[in-house]
């Protein structure tokens, strides 16, 4: 099987649904953006594997998920059949498994007292990294579902998402005993003499 098509060479391509979009569509804008969240979480958790395997292991399952939320942006609620939405359905359970995980790492985590710059060794920084992408994918995908064409639950699994980014970032932080760089404000140039 070749892995090219030729058919969107026109700039246009399918949706799940079978309707052809422009490749620059706000639907595939968002799939855009969700497949780099996921390509960034890859990275983060090749890090991870070294610090933390459990975590590595949750967001393993997160890439899992993110399929999931493409296939569901995908498949526009408007256009498509019944058969093509019942097998793209998103459970508010996956959001309620990442509060799980945000909960049990809260509770081994210092409390945040102050602002903290992307730091704490290379899985920090790389969760850093993707949970600034997460925010720009769910800016994506935010529009689609106030215009119901996607389910809400995937806007509402982003920003959950972004949430269990930052804090498994902390986390990878201490268990990888890197300090955390803490924001420095910028202080008012002194006056001229």
């Given at each position: 099987m070749k892995i090219y098509t030729r058919?969107?060479?026109?700039?246009?391509s399918s949706l799940y649904s079978g309707e052809r979009r422009?490749?620059?569509d706000a639907v595939f804008a968002a799939l855009g953006d969700v497949d780099e969240v996921n390509s960034v979480?890859?990275?983060?958790?090749?890090?991870?594997?070294q610090v933390d395997p459990g975590l590595a292991g949750q967001l393993e399952e997160i890439q899992s998920r993110l399929f999931d939320v493409g296939s569901a942006v995908a498949?526009?609620?408007?256009?498509?059949?019944?058969?093509?939405?019942?097998?793209t359905v998103f459970s508010t359970r996956h959001t309620q498994q990442l509060e799980q995980w945000i909960d049990g790492m809260t509770g081994q985590?210092?409390?945040?007292?102050?602002?903290?710059?992307?730091?704490?060794?290379l899985a920090s920084a790389s969760l850093h990294?993707?949970?600034s992408?997460?925010?720009?994918?769910?800016?994506?995908v935010v529009p689609l579902t106030r215009g119901g064409t996607t389910d809400a639950a995937v806007a509402v699994y982003l920003n959950r998402l972004s949430d269990y980014l930052f804090t498994a970032a902390r986390y990878a932080?201490?268990?990888?005993?890197?300090?955390e760089t803490v924001w420095v404000k910028a202080t008012p140039d002194a006056p001229a003499q």
């Open positions: 058919t969107g060479d026109g700039g246009a422009p490749k620059d979480i890859g990275l983060a958790r090749e890090h991870a594997r498949t526009p609620l408007p256009s498509s059949s019944e058969h093509k939405l019942q097998r985590l210092p409390p945040l007292t102050q602002f903290i710059l992307p730091s704490g060794g990294m993707a949970r992408v997460c925010r720009r994918a769910e800016r994506a932080a201490l268990k990888a005993g890197e300090p």
